[in-house]
């Protein structure tokens, strides 16, 4: 194997390893030569990623991509998009699909990317004082913008944003902060990279008086019923996971704060456990009545068409589904990393969630629906 793409199945292991860092197939990493882009390809999780699972894309093509005129429907749009990105498939790569975000990767000009996101970083870039908090803590080696849309128009974005930033400073920025999703890290070498996290984690840091301590707690309502009476009103009959813990109990111990989780910061949050979770408050006398179970999970089906991936209990846990025991544990893992993301919000002006539109895009978005797909059957 290439010392290069070593460092990067090393580099995308080491912060795949780590759960503050990344969960399930989030995140990517990339290495590129002159000619060649090598990017995790989807349905791979970079904890155990090994060469084969980077796709290797021509980067003439991918550059001709960024030129190109595609429809502006954006279903079709971002169809065309794809069908462009699998035909840049270096030979040997051609049963592979690369990350949609191959193009941002491709438009850095540092050899190593990646791309992640941690929850602590999320916490500034999902909050409502993101742009006063990014000019405080940070120089002028990081770039921040607003939310767009993932997929082409996202590359297209940051594409303008690196160009005005190159003729400023006559090199790339090394950090740039995309708004409601994550960063993206770029270096010459994978030490760099780790010193660019570390100094992003360091100024976050700085400035949160108090990490929470999540230690679990035993719940004492009848959790066995209610995932019974569950189980009778949820089409698919999936594999129920919960869990009770002071992080889920700062969260579920009354209205108020159950609506500081009740809508997704990131796009992947909405992949993993849909936009919104489902809700069951307690009656009269603090107890769960199945009268009330059924009405919230009947009114989440007609007002979605769907049913809920996440059942928040008020004074209880956290209840996953899906379809095998490990997907439902992803699910539960995924909606605690908002949990902590709404959490830590609070030292950077409180929680900025996506925006109703934004929500509706991703949900409709078929790419993501092929990488839901992929992640829940290879892991
Ligand atoms: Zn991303």
């Not at 999540?214 to 569950?230: F, N, S, T």
């Not at 009545?289 to 068409?305: M, R, T």
């Not at 709404?342 to 969630?353: A, I, K, R, T």
Request: charged share 25%; hydrophobic share 35%; net charge negative.
């Amino acid at each position: 194997m290439k010392k290069e793409i070593s460092n990067l199945v090393e580099i995308s292991r080491y912060y795949g390893a780590q759960k503050d860092f990344t969960l399930g197939g989030g995140g990517n990493t990339s290495y590129k030569d002159r000619n060649f882009l090598y990017v995790k390809a989807s349905g791979f999780s970079l904890a155990t990623i090994t060469e084969e699972g980077f796709a290797v894309l021509n980067r003439k093509d991918l550059a001709g991509i960024m030129t190109r005129e595609y429809s502006r429907d954006s279903h079709q749009r971002e169809h065309e998009v794809m069908s462009d990105l699998m035909n840049s498939l270096a030979e040997g790569s051609k049963k592979l699909r690369p990350s949609v975000e191959a193009s941002l990767h491709d438009i850095i000009q540092y050899s190593y990317v990646v791309h992640m996101h941690p929850h602590l970083i999320n916490a500034l870039l999902c909050s409502n004082d993101v742009e006063m908090y990014i000019e405080d803590l940070f120089d002028d080696k990081v770039i921040y913008i607003p939310y767009t849309e993932p997929g082409y128009v996202l590359s297209k974005t940051v594409s303008e944003y690196i160009d005005k930033y190159r003729s400023r400073n006559g090199s790339d920025p090394n950090i740039i902060f995309l708004q409601n999703h994550g960063v993206f890290v770029g270096g010459d070498s994978t030490r760099e990279i780790r010193q660019h996290y570390a100094y992003i984690m360091e100024k976050i840091l700085s400035r949160i008086d108090s990490i929470i301590k999540i230690e679990p707690i035993d719940y004492q309502g009848p959790i066995d019923q209610v995932i019974k009476i569950l189980s009778g009103l949820i089409h698919d009959r999936p594999h129920f996971k919960h869990e009770f813990n002071t992080l889920i109990a700062h969260f579920t111990r009354d209205i108020d704060s159950l609506s500081r989780v009740d809508k997704p910061f990131i796009p992947d949050e909405i992949v993993y456990c849909k936009a919104h979770p489902a809700i069951i408050p307690l009656a009269e006398g603090f107890s769960i009545v199945p009268e009330s179970i059924e009405e919230s999970i009947v009114s989440y089906q007609d007002k979605h068409g769907y049913d809920p991936k996440v059942i928040l209990i008020e004074k209880g846990p956290v209840i996953a589904l899906d379809k095998n025991e490990k997907s439902a544990e992803l699910v539960l893992d995924v909606f605690q990393d908002a949990m902590k993301i709404s959490f830590y919000s609070n030292f950077f002006g409180g929680p900025h969630f996506m925006t109703e539109e934004q929500i509706r895009f991703i949900e409709n978005w078929e790419v993501e629906h092929y990488r839901r797909k992929i992640s829940a059957g290879s892991s």
